[in-house]
């Protein structure tokens, strides 16, 4: 999405997996935090999009050290003396609630929005999308795998469409015929895949929306 969001803007887009930042020996995850700032403000308009932010953000006190040293320089970007003029900082994460809250104080990040799981459209869609460059029998029902991942993720809806394109690879090296992606393998996947979220899961992302959402 943040992608979408710098392609749409034809903006400059740096990615960042927060988990990656932490990595290295003292003091070196400040010092990336530090280049990757300098590096959006060299390449304005930029999108700058930390994924799983809560790595190096979670509340003070209750992180590593580290986590702890990094959040500090992060904050201090985001604050600092030179604007951010051009620059938009985005961070994505599914623990909303381990957040320091000096994060979430307006004026560092302007808002705050859940995505949801897929509804029944966007997951036919996903499917669309996921099996459009695959080698797919004729009658798959996209609205069949819909109705039957309610409560699916896009991430398992796309594990389960590269898992049944893997079968299908393997039962044409096995056979030395093509094989395409079949409706009852995909069926048989969705019956083999959990949904990577719990209902009590997906209930306490609603009551974190209520609180911290805001447009």
């Not at 932010?53 to 003396?81: C, P």
């Not at 991942?149 to 893997?166: F, V």
């Not at 079968?167 to 393998?185: C, D, N, P, R």
């Amino acid at each position: 999405m943040a992608k979408v969001v710098a392609s749409e803007a034809k903006a400059h887009f740096i990615h960042v997996k927060g988990p990656e930042l932490l990595k290295g020996v003292v003091g070196e995850s400040e010092s990336k935090m530090r280049d990757l700032f300098v590096r959006a403000r060299e390449n304005i308009p930029c999108v700058l999009f930390f994924d799983e932010i809560d790595s190096f953000a979670g509340a003070r006190g209750t992180s590593n050290e580290s986590g702890s040293k990094i959040l500090t320089q992060f904050l201090t970007e985001m604050d600092g003396v030179e604007e951010l003029k051009g620059v938009v900082v985005l961070g994505a994460t599914n623990r909303l609630d381990t957040l320091d809250p000096a994060l979430l104080r307006p004026g560092r990040f302007d808002s705050i929005l859940y995505v949801p799981l897929p509804d029944r459209d966007a997951r036919i869609a996903l499917f669309g999308s996921e099996l459009k460059n695959k080698l797919v029998e004729a009658g798959v029902g996209y609205e069949i795998l819909a109705d039957a991942t309610d409560g699916y993720s896009a991430a398992d809806i796309k594990s389960i469409c590269n898992a049944a394109a893997m079968f299908a690879a393997k039962e044409s090296l096995k056979t030395g015929l093509v094989q395409s992606i079949t409706m009852q393998e995909l069926v048989s996947r969705i019956g083999r895949t959990s949904p990577s979220l719990t209902r009590g899961e997906t209930e306490m992302y609603e009551l974190a929306r209520k609180q911290f959402e805001r447009q």
